[in-house]
C-alpha cells in the first residue's frame, strides 16, 4: 500500500501538509506554556498556582447554595479552543464568581484561538486579526519611543506584553496614553489622541504579543439593577471615586478619577483590569456585578438627581459650608449692614 | 393740663418717647441714683427732626415700600398656589423667597426710613439695689438660716447629707440602664478557627478568584448580615505578589499565596478602610488618610492611626477555599483605655 | 363724659366713654385688671435698642432659630426614628428593593413623597448651618467690642453654651437619617467616646446601649434632637433675651452715648418693625437657599452599612474643626501596664475643643485679671483700641479656622492638584504659624489705626453747585442726625422726650398730615 501510495503524485505534498499540521499543532501548545511562564511584570494572565488546567468540580453545600468551580481541563486531547482559553487566562464560566449570577458562557473560537466570551451581561470581544498590522504601524508612531517597539518596557514605561487588550483599550480611549509626559504620578486623563478604532488596533497588536483575557467589554444594561449597583458601588467604588464619583485625591500624588465621563466599556475596563492604582476586581465580582456596577455609573452617578437645586459639585459639607457661610451669613450680614447705622 | 385740647380730635400727635422706666413723677423713695423723672421735659414740638422720617423723598420711599408689599403679597399667594398645584421644590423656594424677603424688605424699609428717625434715648438706671438692700438680703440669708440650723446642724448635715447621696443615686439608673457594661466585647470578634471568609452576599472565596491587586471586603461565614457583626468582624481582603510580600516575625504562613487579610475597621476612628492603591500597595483610610503599608503588616507609614491594623491570619482549606486560622490576635479598631496592646511592631521580611 | 347710671346708651357714647384711644384703651384695660401689665408694657414699648448694623448679628440667629424650630417640628411629623431595617418600595425608583433603616427611608420619604417636604427639610439644614454661622459671628463681634465685660458675664457664659448646644444639636440632627455619610460621623462619635481614659468604654457603651452600632442609636438621638436640647436652648435663649432686656444693649460711644444712656430707637414700632422685617427677610433667604442649593442630598448617598464607606466625607462646617484636629494630629499614642491612652484621639477630640470652649468660658474673668478692670461697662470698645484683646481673638480665629481648612485636605490636594501627603504637612505647619503671624499681624494692625485720626469714618458729602457766574462751589452736606463727624458734644443729643397722658396735643394745629407720625383717629 505504501508503495502505492508513494508511486501516487499527490503522495508527497500531502506528507508535508500533513507533518507541518502535526508540527503546528504540538508547537502551539508547547508555545502556551511558555507564553505563561514568560508573563512575568503584572502577571494579569493566568494564575500561577495550582497545576495548570486542574479543573475541578466542587459541590459546597452551605445553607443550601452550591459554589460550583468549574476551569477547561487541559488534557491532551483538549481542542484548541480550551487550550487558548487557558492560555489567555480565561476561566469559565467567566473570570467571575458564582454561575448562578449569570447564565452559562459563551466561548467563540476562531481558528484555534478565543475571540468572544462573555454571557448574557457583558460580551468580552477580541479585535479582528485584521487590526494587527494598522495596530503595529501605530504602537510603532505613537507609543515606542517610550515603551520600546517590542513593548516590552523600558525605564520610563512598564512592560505591555500580556496586559491584555482591555487594558489597552483603557489606556487609549481615556486619553491617558500617549502619555503628556512619562515620569507623571499617575498620567492624567485627557482628550484622547488616537481614535477608538485605532485604540482597538493597538491593543490587537499588542494582544498579539501575548495573548490574554480580559478582552474588551461590550456592557448590556438591558436587565441591570441599579439598587444592586449602588450597594456594590458603594462597597467597593465609593472608598476612593466618593459616593458621587467625583473622584479624590489618594496618597503621595496619585487620585481617583472623576467618574463623569466614563463610558460604560471603559468603565467595566477599569473594574476588570484595575488601572495603575486601582484594585483589580475579577473572581470577586461577577460579570452581572459588574453590569449593574456600570449602569449605575452611567446613569445615576453621571446623571446625578439633583433634587435639590444646584448640585454644589458633589463634593458634600465642605461646599455646603461654604455657601453656608457665604451666602447665608455673609448675605445675611449685608442684609444687616443696610438695615443699621454704621456709625 | 393741655391747653390745646380741640374739640374732636384732641389726640393727633402721640409723640413717641422713652421714659427712663422709673414711674413718673419720681416713686417712693427708692433711692435710685439717676431719677431722670426729677425734670420734666416739654413734649418735643411736631416739627422736631427726631420725629421726621429718615428718608429725603418720603413719598418715593412710600411707593417702594408699596411696590414691596405687593410683590411680596404675589410671592406668598404664589407660594399657596404652588402648593396646591405641586409644582416642585424649586417654585416652591422661589415663591417663598420672593414672598417673604420682599415683605420684610418693605416693612424693613418701612422702620428705617418712614418712621421717626430719632435718635432716641433712655436712662439706665444702675440695677444695683442701694446698700442697705443688699445687707437687708445678706442679712436674711445668714440670720435667717443661723436661726434655723442653730443647735441643729447635725440635722442640717444629715439633710445635706440626704440630698447629695440622691444626688449621686440618681445618676445610676440615668447612667447605667443606658447600656451594657462593655466587658469582653470590645477584645473579641466572630472571626474563629475556620472561619470561612465570604462576601457580604455570602459567597465563599475561592484562591483563583483574585488576581495580584484584587480587593475584597469579607466576612466570617454567617455573619455577614447584620450590622453590629460587620462593624468588628468586616476585613478585607488583599492579594499581592507573593514575592514582594513581607511578613513579620511568626506570620509566615499567615497570608498564603500573596493573599492578606487585614482587619478593615482602622486603628484611628473605626472607618472601614476600603480604599487600596495597588501599585503602591497601600491602604489608604478614607476618613483621615491615614496610610497602611499592606506589604508590611499594614504598618501605618503615614497619618494620624498609631497601630497597624491586626492581620488575619488564613489558609486555603482543602478544596481551595479561604479560611481563618483563628481569629485576630489584637483588638480591631481604635485604642481605648483597656486595651492591652499585642502584636505591634515593624515587620521583617521572613 | 361722666355717664349717669354708668351705662352708655348710645353707641357715641360708648365709644365716647373709652377715652380718646378707643378699643385699644378698652383692652388694655382689661389686660391690666388681670395682669397688670400696662405699666410694664409701656416701659417695654419704649426701650430702646441701638441700630448699629453688628447688634443685628444675633437677630440673625435669633430667626434662624425660629425657622429651625418651625420647620423642624414639620419634619418631626413625618420622620421615623427607627433602626429596624425595612425594604424600600417608595416613588424614588433607584432605591426601590434596597435594604435600610426605617429612619433612612422615612427621610428619603420626607425629600420625595411629601409635598414641600424636601424644602423643608433643606431649609432646616441650612438655617441650622446658617444658625451656627451667625452665633460664631455675633459671638465675635461680643468679643471684639467687649460686651461680655461686667455686667454681662453671665450672658456670655449662656451664649457659649448655646453654641455648644447648637453644634450640637446641629451633629445629632444630621445623623438622624442614617445615611452612608453622617452614619461613618456616627462611627467616629463612637470611637471619640472610647478614647477617654477610664470611663470611654462605657460611655460609649451606655450611650450606644451595647457595642457599635447597635439598635438604639438613632431613637435616642432623636429624643435628644428634637426635646432635650431645644428644651435647653430655648430656655437659654429666653435668659439670654431677659439679660438683654433687663441689662439693656450695649452702644459704641459717639454722639451723645454715655455709659448711662442707651440711644436709638424704641421697641415699638421702628425696632419691632426692623426686626420682623429682618426676620422675614432671613427666612426668605433661607428659603431660596432651602430650594436651590442642594444639601445633604442623601439619596445620592444610600444607606449607612458598617462596611461602606465613601471618600471626601467631611463632617458640617461646624464640626469641621474638630476634623481638621484629628487629621493633622500625629499618631501619639500611650501603652503601658495594660492600658492605652490614644492620644491622637483623645487631644484633637476632647482636650483640644474642651481648651477653645474652656478659654471661651473663661475669658471675662481672665481679662478682668489681667486689665485689672472691674468697672461696668456699657459702652463697646473699638476692637483698634483694644489690640491685645482684638489679637488674641484673631489669633483664636486663625487657628480655628486653619484646623477648619484642614478637614478638607484631600478636596484641597485634587483641587489644586498638590500631593496630598504635602497638604497635610501644610496644615500641620500652618497650624502653629497661623495663629501666631495673625496675632501679630492683628496687633500691629490695632496699634497702627490707633494713630490714624478719622480712619474708616464716613465723610460728609459735599454738595456741588454752580453760581450764576459759572464758579462752582462745594459746601457740605447738611448734617443728619446720626451722621458721625463730631467729637462729643457737651450737651447730649438726642432729646428725650416724654409723653404726658393729658397733653396730648403738641401744638395747636392739627397734624393730620404728617407721615410717621401715629394719629388717632375719632370718629
Not at chain 1, 503524485?9 to 500533513?18: G, K
Not at chain 1, 515620569?183 to 481614535?195: F, I, S, W
Not at chain 2, 447612667?175 to 475556620?194: A, E, H, V
Not at chain 2, 457583626?229 to 513579620?248: E, F, G, H, P
Request: net charge positive; charged share 15%; glycine share 12%.
Amino acid at each position: 500500500m505504501i508503495r502505492r501510495l508513494t508511486r501516487n503524485r499527490l503522495a508527497l505534498p500531502a506528507a508535508l501538509i500533513l507533518a507541518v499540521a502535526l508540527g503546528a499543532i504540538l508547537s502551539l501548545s508547547s508555545g502556551a506554556k511558555a507564553a505563561t511562564r514568560q508573563a512575568g511584570t503584572g502577571s494579569s494572565t493566568a494564575p500561577t498556582t495550582g497545576a495548570p488546567g486542574s479543573g475541578r468540580h466542587v459541590n459546597l453545600t452551605a445553607g443550601g447554595t452550591h459554589f460550583v468551580n468549574t476551569r477547561p481541563r487541559v488534557t491532551p486531547h483538549a481542542t484548541a479552543c480550551t487550550k487558548d482559553a487557558e492560555r489567555i487566562g480565561y476561566k469559565a464560566p467567566p473570570d467571575s464568581g458564582s454561575p448562578q449570577d449569570s447564565t452559562p458562557a459563551d466561548l467563540v473560537c476562531s481558528h484555534g484561538r478565543v475571540v468572544r466570551y462573555g454571557d448574557s451581561a457583558i460580551t468580552y470581544t477580541l479585535p479582528p486579526s485584521s487590526f494587527i498590522a494598522a495596530g503595529h504601524r501605530l504602537f510603532e508612531e505613537n507609543c515606542s519611543s517610550c515603551h520600546l517597539p517590542t513593548a516590552q518596557g523600558s525605564a520610563v514605561a512598564p512592560s505591555l506584553r500580556g496586559v491584555g487588550p482591555a487594558t489597552v483599550d483603557f489606556w487609549v480611549t481615556t486619553g491617558r496614553m500617549p502619555a503628556a509626559t512619562p515620569l507623571q504620578v499617575q498620567a492624567q486623563q485627557k482628550p484622547p489622541r488616537l481614535t477608538d478604532r485605532q485604540a482597538e488596533e493597538v491593543a490587537a497588536w499588542i494582544n498579539s504579543l501575548t495573548p490574554t483575557a480580559p478582552y474588551i467589554p461590550d456592557v448590556h444594561l438591558k436587565g441591570a439593577s441599579l439598587t444592586k449597583g449602588a450597594t456594590l458601588f458603594a462597597l467597593n467604588c465609593a472608598a476612593c471615586h466618593t459616593i458621587t464619583g467625583a473622584g479624590d485625591a489618594l496618597a503621595y500624588g496619585t487620585y481617583a478619577p472623576s467618574l463623569r465621563l466614563a463610558t460604560p466599556t471603559q468603565v467595566a475596563e477599569a473594574i476588570r483590569t484595575g488601572p495603575g492604582n486601582m484594585p483589580r476586581f475579577t473572581g470577586n465580582l461577577s460579570d452581572a456585578q459588574v453590569r449593574d456596577i456600570v449602569a449605575y455609573v452611567t446613569e445615576k452617578i453621571q446623571h446625578p438627581q439633583d433634587a435639590g437645586g444646584f448640585g454644589l459639585g458633589g463634593v458634600g459639607p465642605v461646599a455646603e459650608g461654604f455657601v453656608a457661610l457665604l451666602f447665608g451669613v455673609g448675605g445675611l450680614m449685608l442684609v444687616s449692614f443696610w438695615i443699621g447705622d454704621r456709625s | 393740663m393741655s391747653e390745646h385740647e380741640d374739640a374732636p380730635a384732641p389726640g393727633d400727635v402721640e409723640v413717641l418717647g422713652a421714659a427712663g422706666g422709673a414711674p413718673a413723677g419720681g416713686g417712693p423713695g427708692t433711692g435710685d441714683g439717676h431719677d431722670p423723672e426729677a425734670v420734666r421735659l416739654p413734649a418735643a414740638p411736631a416739627d422736631d427732626p427726631h420725629l421726621q422720617e429718615a428718608a429725603r423723598h418720603p413719598r418715593r420711599v412710600e411707593g417702594i415700600v408699596g411696590l414691596s408689599f405687593l410683590i411680596g403679597i404675589a410671592g406668598v399667594c404664589a407660594f399657596g398656589g404652588a402648593y396646591v398645584e405641586s409644582a416642585g421644590t424649586q417654585v416652591y423656594a422661589a415663591t417663598l423667597f420672593i414672598g417673604l424677603f420682599f415683605l420684610g424688605f418693605g416693612l424693613t424699609a418701612w422702620g428705617k426710613y418712614l418712621m421717626p428717625r430719632g435718635p432716641f434715648v433712655e436712662e439706665r438706671h444702675p440695677m444695683e439695689s442701694s446698700a442697705r438692700d443688699r445687707q437687708a438680703m445678706a442679712a436674711a440669708l445668714v440670720e435667717r438660716t443661723g436661726i434655723v440650723v442653730r443647735r441643729r446642724k447635725v440635722l442640717g448635715g444629715l439633710l445635706v447629707t440626704g440630698l447629695g447621696c440622691f444626688g449621686i443615686v440618681a445618676a445610676f439608673p440615668l447612667l447605667r440602664s443606658l447600656g451594657p457594661k462593655p466587658g469582653s466585647s470590645l477584645f473579641k470578634t466572630n472571626w474563629k478557627k475556620g472561619s470561612l471568609l465570604v462576601d457580604i452576599n455570602g459567597k465563599p472565596v475561592h484562591r483563583t478568584d483574585m488576581q495580584v491587586g484584587g480587593l475584597l471586603t469579607v466576612f466570617p461565614k454567617g455573619k455577614q448580615s447584620t450590622t453590629t457583626a460587620q462593624a468588628v468582624d468586616q476585613t478585607v481582603l488583599i492579594r499581592v505578589q507573593s514575592t514582594t510580600l513581607v511578613t513579620m516575625k511568626g506570620r509566615g504562613d499567615w497570608a498564603p499565596d500573596g493573599y492578606v487579610a487585614y482587619s478593615k475597621v482602622c486603628t484611628h476612628l473605626g472607618c472601614p478602610v476600603g480604599l487600596y492603591e495597588q501599585e503602591l500597595e497601600l491602604l489608604v483610610c478614607p476618613c483621615h488618610q491615614s496610610m497602611f503599608n499592606v506589604r508590611d503588616g499594614a504598618f501605618p507609614v503615614f497619618g494620624p492611626a498609631p497601630r497597624p491594623l491586626p492581620q488575619l491570619p488564613i489558609y486555603f482549606d482543602s478544596t481551595g477555599f479561604l479560611r481563618a486560622r483563628r481569629g485576630f490576635d489584637q483588638p480591631v479598631g481604635p485604642g481605648f483605655w483597656e486595651r492591652t496592646t499585642i502584636g505591634n511592631g515593624k515587620a521583617s521580611a521572613t | 363724659m361722666a355717664m349717669t347710671d354708668g351705662r352708655p346708651r348710645t353707641r357715641r357714647e360708648a365709644r365716647r366713654a373709652l377715652g380718646p384711644y378707643g378699643r385699644i384703651q378698652q383692652a388694655v384695660n382689661e389686660l391690666d385688671d388681670r395682669v397688670g401689665i400696662a405699666k410694664g408694657g409701656r416701659v417695654l414699648l419704649d426701650k430702646i435698642f441701638p441700630d448699629h448694623w453688628s447688634f443685628m448679628l444675633g437677630e440673625v440667629a435669633l430667626y434662624s432659630f425660629v425657622v429651625l424650630v418651625a420647620t423642624g417640628i414639620f419634619l418631626t411629623l413625618y420622620y421615623v426614628p427607627s433602626s429596624s431595617i425595612v425594604v424600600y418600595h417608595g416613588v424614588y425608583k433607584p432605591l426601590d428593593g434596597m435594604k435600610m433603616s426605617g429612619a433612612y427611608e422615612s427621610t428619603v420619604n420626607l425629600s420625595f413623597a411629601v409635598r414641600a417636604g424636601l424644602l423643608m427639610r433643606q431649609m432646616h439644614h441650612w438655617a441650622a448651618d446658617v444658625f451656627v454661622g451667625s452665633i460664631v459671628v455675633h459671638m465675635a463681634r461680643i468679643f471684639f467690642t467687649g460686651a461680655f465685660r461686667k455686667p454681662r458675664e453671665l450672658n456670655w457664659t449662656i451664649g457659649i453654651t448655646l453654641l455648644i448646644l447648637a453644634i450640637l444639636n446641629g451633629f445629632i440632627g444630621y445623623s438622624l437619617p442614617d445615611d452612608l455619610i453622617s452614619g461613618t460621623g456616627i462611627r467616629i462619635a463612637y470611637s471619640i467616646l472610647l478614647s477617654i481614659p477610664f470611663v470611654g468604654s462605657y460611655l460609649a457603651f451606655f450611650l450606644f446601649g451595647g457595642p457599635y452600632p447597635g439598635t438604639i442609636i438613632l431613637e435616642r438621638f432623636y429624643i435628644v434632637h428634637v426635646l432635650i436640647l431645644p428644651l435647653i436652648i430655648i430656655g437659654l435663649i429666653g435668659a439670654h433675651l431677659g439679660l438683654l432686656v433687663r441689662q439693656k444693649h450695649t452702644q459704641f460711644p459717639g454722639h451723645g452715648r454715655t455709659e448711662h444712656n442707651v440711644v436709638g430707637s424704641p421697641l415699638f414700632p421702628q425696632f419691632a418693625a426692623k426686626t420682623t422685617g429682618f426676620m422675614l427677610m432671613v427666612t426668605g433667604v433661607l428659603g431660596v437657599l432651602g430650594g436651590y442649593a442642594q444639601i445633604n442630598p442623601i439619596w445620592q448617598f444610600g444607606p449607612y452599612q458598617p462596611p461602606k464607606i465613601s471618600y471626601a466625607v467631611q463632617p458640617d462646617w461646624y464640626m469641621g474643626f474638630l476634623d481638621g484636629a484629628l487629621r493633622i494630629m500625629p499618631s501619639w499614642q500611650w501603652t503601658g501596664w495594660g492600658h492605652t491612652i490614644p492620644w491622637e484621639v483623645f487631644l484633637p477630640a476632647v482636650v483640644f475643643p474642651g481648651l477653645v470652649f474652656n478659654i471661651c468660658l473663661m475669658w471675662p474673668a481672665l481679662e478682668r485679671r489681667f486689665t485689672k478692670d472691674y468697672e461696668m461697662h456699657n459702652l463697646l470698645d473699638r476692637p483698634r483700641d483694644r489690640p491685645k484683646r482684638t489679637a488674641a481673638g484673631a489669633a483664636m480665629i486663625g487657628l480655628l479656622f486653619t484646623v477648619f481648612a484642614a478637614s478638607s485636605t484631600d478636596v484641597l490636594a485634587n483641587y489644586f492638584q498638590v500631593s496630598l501627603n504635602e497638604v497635610l504637612w501644610f496644615f500641620r505647619v500652618a497650624v502653629v504659624v497661623v495663629p501666631i503671624v495673625t496675632g501679630l499681624v492683628t496687633w500691629k494692625v490695632c496699634v497702627e489705626m490707633q494713630h490714624v485720626p478719622g480712619a474708616v469714618k464716613r465723610k460728609r458729602a459735599m454738595v456741588v453747585s454752580r453760581t450764576a457766574e459759572g464758579e462752582y462751589v462745594a459746601v457740605p452736606a447738611p448734617e443728619r442726625p446720626g451722621d458721625e463727624h463730631h467729637e462729643l458734644e457737651p450737651e447730649p443729643v438726642p432729646v428725650r422726650i416724654e409723653l404726658e397722658p393729658e397733653t396730648v396735643g403738641a401744638s395747636g394745629t392739627a397734624s393730620t398730615g404728617e407721615p410717621g407720625v401715629r394719629r388717632v383717629v375719632r370718629g
